[in-house]
């Protein structure tokens, strides 16, 4: 039930066309009901004979018009008696006719309206979500997508979404128009033969119950189904990304068996789920039936009996009225198994809209326009899940004063790049804080403490763009002379001059249409143009060969000069001049100090130098 106010959430944003689509189907129901009103006078005519009981019925001249069905038949058979007495028969089964097919035009023609009103809401309604979806995406910390798996998020985002767009959108726009059709037809059968529908409402809800059953086994089919489809999508989208590998390893084979697996898993859900919903249909239409085979007896007697207690023109069309009731009756039913199914979706998207962002902008953020003494990290711990055993950071301290190198080196795995992804804060240190000139960097907004950042990873993140919109990603108003100032800089000026159309080339997806050191010189050429006081760089030459390294490394030295910077470094080499070296293992600062001081004192440096020395 939630999760339905949860949606209606969303179309408050457009109550304007809720209101026009819900008048327009009052109006259209009208007609309808009007349309089917038209059988009672139309059977009327067929079964008017009898000229004396038409004779006494003019004679007593117009009846007096009240509400109530007695009053409305009188006057009919008066009007229509008239009618036939002046023209003739077949002259009022042709009015009739013209009536009828009146009505029906403007009930399509005012229904239609109803559908027009309710496409933006519909559409409107799924934007908002996937907007919504997105843009929390975005906000979520990077620890949230170490436990999601990237093919359920893709899942939710594309196949919930829709799911939404389906199921509970159509269930909506039954929720607008069928009890509008309902109230009305059900007013009329009241006034008609309100034994009858009493009758009528004990038996339907019955109905009603065996529904409800199928619908909660048929929620959980989907939710299982979306996790399929989730490993699915993740499976496609690590072998897209790892076609290279996968070949070179001959491993299409166990690629394909695993997905073979998955699919079949997820084809006998599929099996099971549809089945659950064809049943919808066949099982509300009989018992639908059942319901209107009994209304058929009771009222069947009563018009037979000794002492008819209703005309049999008045029962006909209350069967036409309450065939009528059936439609929408059914369309509910279906609406609530497609709404299972669709709230299944929902509570999944939830999951992610209130996903806690737990690194956040504090309320009260202390400024930090600029970057002016040194940064600190002050007994630094950290775990990357609450009841790991051990720290993967334990009580680090450090200070990085302002335009000094910082070299971070040690083995894989000891914790160098968690310790520099904490100064973004793309996690938050479980215990001790981090400083930037004094000011504790959860105190400050997040997008004051990044713009002061650039950071230069291994791998080179790159977008499907050209190389223009690559080197000023993020910043606005960057002019070409800019951005050719910093590729010269990043020295990829050359290469990019020699790109077919320059720098409005698409470097395609990622940047596989450039080698790994010109894609990293573009990462530099970004950093250089965003010009930030401090700098990150995580093994940024690490994945290049000696050649581009040469290149990329000239280029990182141009960048470094005058900023404060945060090395991670592979190769001891290009670290030598830094003016303190950090030697980590398992989360623990080992030693420190300058080139000389470490060579000097014989430890972990040391060894780590002499081995690197005979490659
Ligand atoms: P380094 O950069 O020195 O190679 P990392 O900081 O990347 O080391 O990793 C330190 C430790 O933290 C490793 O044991 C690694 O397995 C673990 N680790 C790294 N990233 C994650 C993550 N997203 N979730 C859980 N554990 C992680
Ligand atoms: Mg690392």
């Known amino acids: ?88 028969q077949i002259h009022t089964l042709i009015g009739i006719c013209l009536f009828i097919v009146t009505t029906i035009f403007f009930k399509n023609l005012f229904r239609y309206l109803a559908m027009f009103f309710i496409a933006p809401i519909r559409n409107g ?101 979306k996790e399929k489809t989730g490993l699915l999508l993740s499976i496609l989208d690590e072998t897209l990304g790892g076609l290279r590998i996968i070949k070179a390893f001959n491993a299409e084979n166990s690629i394909k068996q695993k997905f073979i697996k998955e699919n079949n898993a997820y084809t006998r859900l599929m099996v099971r789920a549809y089945r659950k919903i064809d049943l919808s249909s066949p099982l509300s239409e009989f018992m639908g039936v059942t319901v209107f085979v009994v209304i058929l007896y009771v009222g069947g007697k009563m018009v037979l009996g000794n002492q008819p207690t209703m005309e049999g023109a008045v029962f006909i069309t209350y069967l036409a009225l309450f065939s009528q009731l059936i439609a929408p009756a059914k369309a509910f039913t279906t609406a609530y198994y497609n709404l299972q199914k669709g709230l299944a979706s929902t509570e999944r998207i939830n999951k992610i809209l209130n996903a806690e962002v737990t690194i956040k902008n504090p309320p009260h953020p202390k400024p930090l326009n600029s970057f002016e003494k040194e940064i600190e990290y002050k007994n630094v711990s950290f775990a990357y899940r609450e009841n790991e055993v051990g720290w993967v950071l334990n009580n680090i301290n450090l200070k990085i004063e302002k335009g000094k190198t910082i070299a971070l080196v040690g083995q894989s795995g000891s914790g160098k790049t968690t310790l520099a992804d904490m100064l973004p804060r793309f996690y938050d240190p479980s215990h001790g804080e981090i400083l930037v000139d004094g000011i504790v960097i959860k105190d400050s907004r997040l997008a004051d403490l990044r713009s002061l950042m650039g950071i230069v990873t291994q791998e080179s993140i790159l977008f499907n763009d050209t190389v223009f919109n690559n080197i000023a990603f993020g910043l606005d ?49 970004r950093a250089v143009l965003k010009n930030p006081p401090i700098l990150i760089l995580d093994e940024a030459t690490s994945a290049l060969d000696t050649e581009s390294e040469r290149l990329v490394q000239d280029a990182l030295n141009k960048l470094m000069k005058n900023r404060t910077s945060l090395v991670i470094a592979h190769r001891l080499s290009t670290i030598q001049h830094a003016d303190e070296i950090i030697v980590m293992q398992k989360g623990e600062i080992i030693e420190r100090g300058t080139h000389t001081e470490l060579i000097n004192k014989n430890g972990a440096y040391q060894r780590l130098h002499e081995l690197q020395s005979f490659v």
Not at 66 to 81: A, G, P, R, V
Not at 180 to 208: D, E, H, N, Q, R
Not at 489 to 503: D, L, R, W
Request: charged share 20%.
């Open 125 to 225: 309604v799924v934007k908002d979500m996937r907007n919504n979806l997105f843009q929390k995406i975005l906000i979520l910390p990077l620890s949230y997508y170490s436990d999601e798996r990237k093919g359920a998020i893709m899942s939710h985002m594309t196949t919930d979404v829709r799911e939404v767009e389906w199921s509970i959108m159509n269930s909506l726009e039954m929720v607008f128009r069928e009890p509008i059709a309902i109230i009305i037809s059900l007013v009329l059968m009241i006034l008609m033969s309100w034994k009858l529908t009493v009758l009528a409402f004990i038996l339907l809800p019955i109905t009603g119950i065996f529904i409800g059953r199928i619908g909660k086994s048929l929620k959980r089919t989907s939710t299982k189904e």
């Open 477 to 525: 108003n960057i002019t070409e002379q800019q951005v050719i100032e910093a590729a010269r800089i990043a020295n990829a000026h050359e290469f990019i001059s020699q790109m077919p159309q320059g720098y409005y080339t698409n470097i395609g997806d990622r940047g596989s249409k450039l080698s790994g050191g010109q894609r990293q010189r573009l990462s530099i050429a």
């Open 1 to 88: 039930m939630k999760s339905i106010f949860g949606i209606l959430q969303y179309v408050k944003g457009y109550w304007r066309y809720a209101i026009l689509n819900i008048v327009f189907n009052i109006i259209s129901a009208l007609f309808s009901l009007f349309s089917i009103a038209m059988l009672f006078p139309f059977l009327q005519v067929l079964f008017s004979n009898d000229s004396k009981k038409m004779d006494a019925i003019l004679q007593m001249g117009q009846p007096e018009f009240h509400f109530s069905s007695e009053s409305i038949i009188n006057n009919i058979n008066y009007i229509l008696s008239k009618d036939i007495e002046a023209h003739g």
